[in-house]
């Protein structure tokens, strides 16, 4: 485990780029107030952190980060994870979340995803235990392809889209699909269900 005292992780701190990338025994992390603040990059920082279970991330944390792709993908154990502050800045997220079964609920804090602007395609692959994504306002489109999101979790990711146009959200493979509402979002396609 990690325990990050405070005033530690600040603004001298700018590269996350595989820092923790393959620490699998690393089950449990926790960072101080202002952790991250000013880190550019967190491309693949916790990508095969297989036992890390919960993650929470302080308030302020990855608002000047641009790069996140596969950010916490194989954590195969992960459950839960929780990002303090809106991802304004984050240009790429793409295979963020790719093969972590266990994961059952991301928490976004609101404000979106302003600038993102590579494909997010990936993002949920291999999710298949993921029930709930909180403030999802996600501006491309993605797919949840055999997640296990039920009718109020798909509206709720549905309310929190921003409204676009031309791009796609797949929800497809899970119960969730025959009682869900994606007219919520009319200017939104959705991949009819399989």
């Known amino acids: 485990e990690l325990t990050f005292p405070a005033g530690t992780l600040g603004s001298s701190l700018t590269n996350l780029t595989q820092t923790f990338n393959g620490c699998g025994r690393l089950a449990s992390l926790t960072l101080p107030s202002g952790a991250f603040s000013h880190v550019t990059s967190a491309a693949s920082a ?9 993650v929470v991330f302080p308030s302020g944390a990855f608002v000047a980060t641009t790069s996140m792709g596969s950010f916490l993908a194989n954590c195969t154990a992960l459950r839960f994870v ?7 800045a984050v240009t ?7 093969t972590c079964a266990l994961l059952q609920h991301i928490k976004f804090a609101s404000g979106g995803f302003a600038s993102l602007s590579s494909a997010t395609a990936n993002l949920f692959n291999g999710c298949s235990a993921l029930s709930r994504i909180e403030n999802c306002s996600l501006p491309l489109t993605f797919s949840l392809l055999n997640c296990r999101l039920g009718a109020a979790a798909l ?15 797949t929800v497809t493979g899970y119960f969730g699909t025959s009682a869900d509402s994606p007219s919520i979002r009319s200017s939104m396609e959705r991949t009819p269900r399989i």
């Open 46 to 54: 916790f990508n095969g952190c297989s036992a890390l279970g919960r």
């Open 82 to 88: 929780e990002f303090g502050s809106a991802l304004t």
């Open 92 to 98: 790429d997220i793409g295979a963020m979340f790719t």
């Open 155 to 169: 509206d709720e990711i549905y309310t929190a889209l921003p409204t676009i146009s031309s791009q796609t959200l």
